[in-house]
């Protein structure tokens, strides 16, 4: 089995086909790159060979270097892991920089022949920076196709060549927001920021290949900065503009990093060091700065959560082994901004979807939510008159529950009551099939007890969407005590349709995600009574990767919500409620109608379009700062073991029983800190007993919640990590 193949036409023209076996993307590996290397070369010294085409067997052109050989690298380098990795990227240099020159003189730079790359669908990460060291790029004109360099968003930088050849060919500047932000774009996009060079019809992608590859001369062969008197556009670090751009850059990425994202400024220092030297030396910083970045712990936390247990999870890790329970019909009970969201999802993804509420206008106003979105999506060029169409077409608005008959998975998401959800509960089973799967969307009531309303709670599943539903990518799976595994493979597929990413989790309390959030919250709200200043509060979660602070969040969720869940929550726990120092900063706020943005007032002043103006000045009339401010570190120690403690209790507890769902879920769900992994990972970055003793330590100075939990006392005293002995292939051993 080979992922390459190679033909010569009667015209020695050879196309060389990129197609791995068993896999619907392809994705390059350590023998891959060995055998495109030889059938280059093959191809490069047959004197009967004019030219090459590089393409794809598949729709698309690939989805980048497979991560788990960089992982790999690191294992297999022993006691010097760093030198396995940087030589491994340097051979990866060496046979791309083979197709760049294509055997041309190095003197001369001439006799070299054309390598054309023709893209017939998405290219992304390597499979990108393999198109930039050919000679050409020529992509399909396929709207659904994108083409881009996204490895910044999993704790990486480009380190295939990539970072190197986009900033020489389109100058610092315009890579920067390819580079720096992963940003992606539909082929005529790419042609448009100068990434490819043509956008063809897709039946004529490889006969247009072809006639460059017959046309080509040598001039055509050599690259930019290959050339004598190569200037890069925009300059250099030592021209005016370039150093004006570079002093910018630098300023940018601090501001959006806060510092806390290594691959960030490693790759601006590759650039920039890069930028003043030759090609062959830029590309050996690039590997260098590479090879550091990936080293940093904070980068293979961030691969194995946003790309391998992500992608694991995806595919099905927690799933039960069933048949297909895939979603033919379904059924949402409540058009409101959740209903409507999730109706739209699942349209979206061919579903189709009966819509009820309580009246006709509601229930057509939740279609017409979706329609919004689609509109929107067509004002960006994403969305066609015609999948407008079929989209709408999909979602049946109507009060009328006779209307799911034939529906396989209904999803509830009414008003958060115990007694509504009940009613609704009967009217559908009333309505469905004995096999049709019902599954609630809450955020805290707990599933075992909503599922007692079911005539079969075996069938009776908790689907936790998050808000807004179209854009948040994080769904979580409620089992409840009697749930059954059919229910739980019918979610999970369910959420694979919507093409978002599920953790699955045990009945309990605000479940995990919530579980977790609430303390970042409530500590933050703490702190204010306390007299720490806001500001302080705020700028501490940012500078540790938070990206809101928790008093913007609780303006952002609503005062009033929180005023509901803590009363709720007093209501259940009655003596062993914690939280009424929060209460006594909430109440108050909601009883003066500073509700959050929504009202134009909370813990922020809004001006009259809503737009965010700063923390409100009264805060520090109704609970002054202390004169004495606590150190950066612990206010951030703070807010980090807030949600962390929470998650190893989850863990400890049963309620989490997989931590890569609560690495994953933590990031997804609520944006903790995704340079660290997510809370499991960053306890393996610091270690067990460092985070045992910074615990104990707050405990004793705030309080018992800080209290370490027995499970992370008794890892400290073993020596124990969170991944060594609970990842899958731990337990396995």
């Known amino acids: 089995m080979t992922d390459f193949t190679s033909r010569t036409d009667a015209d020695g023209v050879c196309t060389i086909t990129w197609d791995v076996p068993g896999k619907s993307m392809n994705v390059m590996s350590m023998a891959g790159f060995a055998e495109l290397d030889g059938l280059i070369a093959a191809a490069l010294g047959d ?40 030589e491994g990227v340097m051979e990866m240099h060496a046979v791309l920089r083979r197709i760049e020159r294509a055997g041309m003189d190095p003197k001369t730079l001439k006799g070299g022949k054309p390598i054309v790359a023709a893209l017939p669908g998405t290219a992304l990460g390597l499979g990108l920076e393999l198109p930039l060291a050919c000679h050409r790029i020529i992509a399909a004109d396929n709207p659904k196709a994108k083409i881009g360099l996204p490895e910044i968003m999993v704790g990486i930088f480009p380190g295939g060549g990539g970072t190197t050849r986009l900033v020489r060919r389109l100058g610092a500047m315009m890579a920067a927001p390819l580079l720096l932000e992963g940003k992606l774009n539909d082929p005529k996009g790419a042609k448009a920021m100068g990434v490819v060079d043509e956008v063809v019809p897709a039946d004529q992608l490889l006969p247009r290949a072809k006639e460059w590859v017959l046309g080509a001369k040598d001039a055509d062969l050599v690259k930019p900065w290959d050339a004598k008197g190569y200037k890069m556009p925009g300059g250099a670090p030592y021209h005016p503009a370039g150093f004006m751009t570079f002093v910018g850059a630098s300023a940018m990425v601090t501001g959006k990093t806060m510092g806390v994202y290594p691959a960030a400024k490693g790759l601006l220092a590759a650039v920039y060091e890069g930028a003043l030297v030759p090609f062959d030396t830029a590309l050996k910083i690039e590997a260098r700065w590479f090879t550091h970045v990936l080293m940093n712990p904070s980068s293979s936390a961030m691969i194995r959560s946003l790309f391998i247990n992500k992608e694991a999870l995806e595919k099905g890790a927690v799933r039960p082994a069933l048949p297909d329970q895939s979603v033919r019909k379904l059924g949402v009970i409540g058009a409101g901004m959740m209903g409507a969201g999730i109706a739209h999802v699942a349209a979206n993804a061919g579903i189709e979807v009966v819509l009820i509420d309580a009246t006709q206008e509601a229930a057509d106003r939740g279609k017409s939510h979706s329609e919004g979105l689609l509109d929107k999506g067509m004002k960006r060029g994403k969305v066609s008159a015609e999948k407008k169409a079929e989209v709408l077409g999909r979602i049946a608005a109507t009060t009328d529950y006779a209307a799911l008959s034939g529906c396989d998975l209904i999803v509830e998401a009414v008003f958060e009551d115990p007694a509504v959800k009940a009613e609704v509960t009967q009217k559908v089973e009333a309505a469905v099939g004995p096999d049709c799967i019902f599954a609630t969307n809450t955020s805290t009531l707990p599933i075992s007890g909503l599922a007692k309303a079911s005539r079969d709670p075996a069938q009776f599943i908790g689907i936790h969407f998050f808000s807004p539903v179209d854009k948040m990518m994080l769904v979580e799976i409620i089992r409840g005590k009697a749930t059954g595994d059919r229910a739980v493979a019918k979610a999970l597929d369910f959420v694979r349709q919507i093409r978002k990413t599920p ?57 009033d919500l929180g005023v509901k869940i803590a009363k709720a929550t007093k209501a259940a726990l009655g003596e062993a409620y914690p939280d009424a120092a929060v209460d006594a900063v909430i109440f108050p706020l909601a009883d003066e109608g500073r509700l959050g943005r929504k009202a134009g007032a909370g813990f922020y002043a809004y001006d009259a379009a809503g737009k965010r103006e700063g923390l409100w000045p009264g805060l520090a009339d109704r609970w002054p700062q202390a004169e004495a401010q606590p150190e950066l570190a612990e206010v951030q120690h703070r807010l980090l073991f807030a949600q962390v403690l929470e998650a190893v209790r989850a863990l400890e507890e049963g309620v989490l029983t997989d931590i890569r769902e609560g690495d994953v879920g933590a990031i997804l769900g609520w944006g903790f800190a995704p340079w660290s992994g997510g809370p499991f990972s960053w306890l393996d970055m610091i270690g067990a007993p460092r985070a045992v003793e910074i615990c104990e330590g707050l405990a004793e100075r705030h309080g018992s919640r800080f209290a370490p939990p027995k499970l992370l006392v008794e890892m400290a005293g073993k020596g124990e990590s969170f991944y060594a002995r609970f990842a899958p292939q731990a337990r396995a051993a």
């Open 47 to 86: 004197p009967s060979v004019k030219g090459v085409i590089l393409t794809s067997g598949k729709k698309d052109f690939a989805a980048g270097m497979d991560l788990n050989v960089i992982a790999r690298m690191k294992e297999e380098g022993g006691d010097d892991p760093a030198r396995a990795v940087f």
């Open 503 to 559: 953790i699955v989790v045990h009945d309990a309390r605000f479940f995990y995600a919530n579980r977790c959030i609430i303390p970042y919250l409530n500590e933050g709200i703490r702190m204010v009574a306390e007299g720490v200043a806001p500001a302080l509060i705020e700028n501490a979660a940012k500078l540790v990767g938070m990206p809101l602070g928790p008093l913007q969040l609780v303006d952002e969720t609503s005062i």
